[in-house]
């Protein structure tokens, strides 16, 4: 493949690129993507993944072709999203063992019964030899940096190993982890704030605050008066930095802006699917939504029920099929956001499985 390239406009500037912590991270993406990414026209070599930048990566896959050389091994990896190259050296270990001249010939001394350190260590080798040396077939993980080489995508390993899963128990948990980490981290786009930009900063640090006490409290429900004073803080130094050599703003100045930061941080929460309103009244009460245990239930229980049904006993629930159903059996206030946190739990938790994408049936 050619290797697409970005606009320098669009890049992030090169500098700036350590403050993501995905690029100093072995990224886990599917095959597919890797082999889309664009290369970068500042640093050839790093990728940009939704303006991420990424050099490595770390891959599970099944070998599905291979070819072996002197001093490498060529395996074609494939994740069941696309197959790409892998270039793995071989180790110095490797390269004896396979050299009847420089092969150990020596045998050990040592007592009958006793330890005897060179037969161990030629059994470490063969282990060594075994888990690196794979046929088709079998599973392999690769963690490495990407290169284009010959107009083809490819990885370098740096480390490479074959996995021992007969009931598919690795398997089955990298395909719960990653897409996970697409909606935590990959598939949202890196962004950094603007120096100057104290109010959007105010805001983000106001909702991370609200996110840490309801995580760690466990609250299932509260009320704006409940998490208000956790932001006093934030309004106190905006507040002296505003009065900094004129004197201190008038008292209600700071209550307006306490209760303004307050009101966007419900509502980012909200448009997250943080936390909702199941019945919208005078009395302002917001739900937790991954500790609505009624709420999951509630989904938990339509997706059961309706997967019984004909009509979505083979592909599942659609999302927002579930949705409609959860407005009218439970809250009209439910979003879309909040019934993917709820599906997203209620999966983790092995209680339903996505089956393509925004389908669900119950187990």
């Not at 105010?202 to 009320?223: G, P």
């Amino acid at each position: 493949m050619q290797a697409a390239a970005m606009d320098p406009a669009d890049e992030p500037p090169s500098m700036l690129w350590g403050m993501d912590p995905i690029f100093s991270a072995f990224a886990r993406l599917f095959v597919r993507d890797i082999l889309q990414m664009t290369e970068s026209v500042q640093v050839p070599g790093i990728y940009f993944y939704n303006l991420h930048p990424i050099y490595k990566v770390d891959v599970l896959g099944t070998v599905v072709y291979k070819r072996e050389r002197d001093d490498f091994f060529c395996y074609g990896v494939d994740d069941g999203t696309g197959v790409i190259n892998c270039l793995c050296w071989k180790s110095n270990l490797l390269k004896e063992e396979e050299d009847p001249s420089k092969s150990g010939t020596k045998h050990s001394d040592a007592a009958e019964g006793g330890f005897d350190l060179v037969a161990e260590l030629r059994k470490l080798r063969q282990k060594q030899r075994k888990r690196c040396h794979l046929e088709i077939g079998e599973l392999i993980r690769v963690r490495g940096p990407v290169k284009t080489s010959r107009q083809q995508r490819e990885i370098t390993a740096s480390t490479y190993y074959k996995v021992d899963d007969p009931v598919m128990a690795v398997q089955i948990a990298w395909m719960m982890e990653v897409p996970q980490l697409y909606r935590l981290f990959y598939d949202k786009h890196f962004q950094l704030d603007e120096a100057g930009d104290s109010a959007e900063t105010s805001l983000s640090k106001a909702t991370n605050i609200i996110k840490d006490f309801l995580k760690q409290r466990l609250v299932a429900k509260f009320r704006p008066y409940d998490v208000q004073d956790l932001l006093q803080p934030l309004i106190s130094g905006r507040l002296q930095t505003q009065s900094a050599g004129q004197e201190a703003v008038a008292g209600p100045s700071g209550c307006q802006q306490l209760n303004q930061l307050l009101k966007e941080v419900l509502q980012v929460l909200q448009d997250q699917g943080t936390v909702y309103r199941k019945v919208k009244s005078q009395d302002e009460v917001y739900h937790v939504t991954i500790q609505d245990k009624d709420l999951l239930i509630t989904v938990k229980d339509i997706i059961r029920e309706d997967s019984k049904r004909e009509k979505y006993a083979e592909k599942g629930c659609h999302i927002l099929h579930i949705l409609s159903a959860v407005r009218q059996r439970y809250s009209l206030n439910v979003s879309k956001a909040a019934l993917e946190l709820v599906l997203q739990t209620l999966e983790c938790d092995s209680d339903i499985v996505s089956t393509s994408d925004s389908h669900y049936i119950a187990f």
